[in-house]
């Protein structure tokens, strides 16, 4: 087997399982991309097996700490063992992240649950290259009636690969309804966001909805409702959906009238826009005095990736600020701001810090209430960071003393 020749001082020694091109002392074979490949200290110490790709700047991947292929019974274990940590969580519904790349052992596949249908994202070469052997495991394991490919993420030109949608197994299934904490929305395998819905975010919207009953809730960067639907199922006084997508907004409207969630409304405009025009009217109307009645009991901030790399987590912040900003000067005086991050470029310390200055800057003094992160179907490997990305905090505003 070709092998890499790792660095002394390489984080690969610290637990993580990237090896980067700086990192490598020397090539042996003649490994070709998608390879798997041994890494081997500088020492000659065996540090295990990794997926090979030079034309990315993360080279290697390591899946195993023992010499191990990538053969059929390799994704066969594998996906058992996702499966056995997942129903050990006890989802009661069976909608669920099945692998999530490196926290599974599988760097750079992704493969999301909608009961029987299954959605399949490979995002490393090698990974890519073996999708059908991927297919057959799952074919295996769960009999699933289809399994859609959603190899459409930007992630893919770093590794070299082409944008990929389609049918691996099955046929692609029509729009169809899933219910998760109580609450019906139909999920798009073939067009919707992610592949399908935000079920990172599942159990934040219960978290945040507990908040919700008898208030005013402003649900921004909505996507299909989640938060709005949750809020909406525990009462919400009203419940305002913004997001600039208009497949989204209708998505929205969709699930509130399956639900029945009449007190529900969608609107298609740019967030930043959007809380900016009604800022200035609401300053208009009655001027801030830091202590202000508001338009919004309940906020709730969730906007993509503002940065895909660590060389714009500058102007992620400034963006991050602005919104958080403009939020707190239409929330009430007692009012709940709930806000996520979903870059994990951005640290959750910056995160934090950022909404801090903007609640300076708004004159609203805020006290933390709930810590958010991902659902644990996505899992967080302590020396992989990369592994954990979504971020989150809710907070109340508290009136002036």
């Known amino acids: 087997?070709?092998?890499?020749?790792?660095?002394?001082?390489?984080?690969?020694?610290?637990?993580?399982e990237w090896v980067y091109a700086t990192e490598i002392q020397r090539v042996t074979g003649q490994p070709q991309p998608g390879d798997v490949v041994e890494l081997i200290s500088a020492r000659n110490r065996p540090l295990g097996s990794a997926i090979y790709n030079p034309e990315s700047q993360i080279v290697a991947r390591r899946f195993s700490r023992r010499k191990q292929d990538l053969d059929a019974d390799f994704f066969v274990r594998r996906l058992e063992r996702a499966r056995d940590y997942r129903e050990g969580l006890g989802f009661a519904e069976p909608v669920y992240r099945l692998v999530w790349s490196e926290a599974d052992g599988l760097p750079g596949v992704v493969i999301d649950r909608y009961g029987d249908a299954f959605v399949l994202q490979t995002l490393t070469l090698a990974m890519d290259q073996r999708k059908n052997l991927i297919a057959d495991a799952l074919e295996r394991l769960f009999s699933p009636r289809c399994l859609v490919e959603r190899n459409d993420s930007p992630i893919r030109k770093a590794e070299g690969l082409p944008s990929v949608t389609g049918m691996l197994r099955g046929e692609m299934p029509a729009p169809f309804e899933i219910e998760i904490g109580g609450v019906r929305q139909m999920v798009d395998l073939g067009g919707g966001q992610k592949t399908g819905i935000y079920l990172d975010q599942v159990d934040n919207y219960a978290a945040v909805a507990r908040r919700a009953a008898g208030r005013r809730v402003l649900d921004c960067f909505c996507n299909q409702g989640g938060f709005a639907l949750h809020a909406a199922r525990v009462g919400a006084r009203e419940v305002t959906a913004i997001d600039a997508s208009e497949?989204?907004?209708?998505?929205?409207?969709?699930?509130?009238?399956?639900?029945?969630?009449?007190?529900?409304?969608?609107?298609?405009?740019?967030?930043?826009?959007?809380?900016?025009?009604?800022?200035?009217?609401?300053?208009?109307?009655?001027?801030?005095?830091?202590?202000?009645?508001?338009?919004?009991?309940?906020?709730?901030?969730?906007?993509?990736?503002?940065?895909?790399?660590?060389?714009?987590?500058?102007?992620?912040?400034?963006?991050?600020?602005?919104?958080?900003?403009?939020?707190?000067?239409?929330?009430?005086?007692?009012?709940?701001?709930?806000?996520?991050?979903?870059?994990?470029?951005?640290?959750?310390?910056?995160?934090?810090?950022?909404?801090?200055?903007?609640?300076?800057?708004?004159?609203?003094?805020?006290?933390?209430?709930?810590?958010?992160g991902q659902r644990l179907d996505h899992p967080v490997i302590a020396t992989v960071p990369e592994t954990e990305y979504l971020k989150g905090f809710t907070f109340q505003a508290i009136a002036g003393w």
């Open 1 to 16: 087997m070709p092998a890499l020749i790792v660095k002394p001082r390489a984080r690969l020694y610290e637990g993580h």
């Open 247 to 372: 497949s989204a907004v209708a998505a929205t409207l969709a699930n509130a009238k399956l639900n029945g969630f009449a007190a529900v409304q969608a609107v298609e405009a740019n967030v930043f826009d959007f809380l900016k025009d009604l800022e200035a009217k609401h300053t208009a109307n009655a001027p801030d005095s830091g202590d202000s009645a508001g338009l919004y009991d309940l906020i709730v901030l969730d906007p993509p990736s503002f940065t895909r790399n660590r060389k714009s987590v500058g102007d992620a912040l400034r963006g991050y600020k602005e919104i958080h900003l403009r939020a707190l000067k239409l929330l009430s005086r007692d009012g709940i701001l709930a806000t996520f991050c979903c870059s994990h470029h951005v640290s959750r310390e910056e995160f934090y810090a950022v909404i801090g200055e903007a609640s300076v800057d708004a004159r609203r003094t805020l006290r933390l209430l709930e810590t958010h």
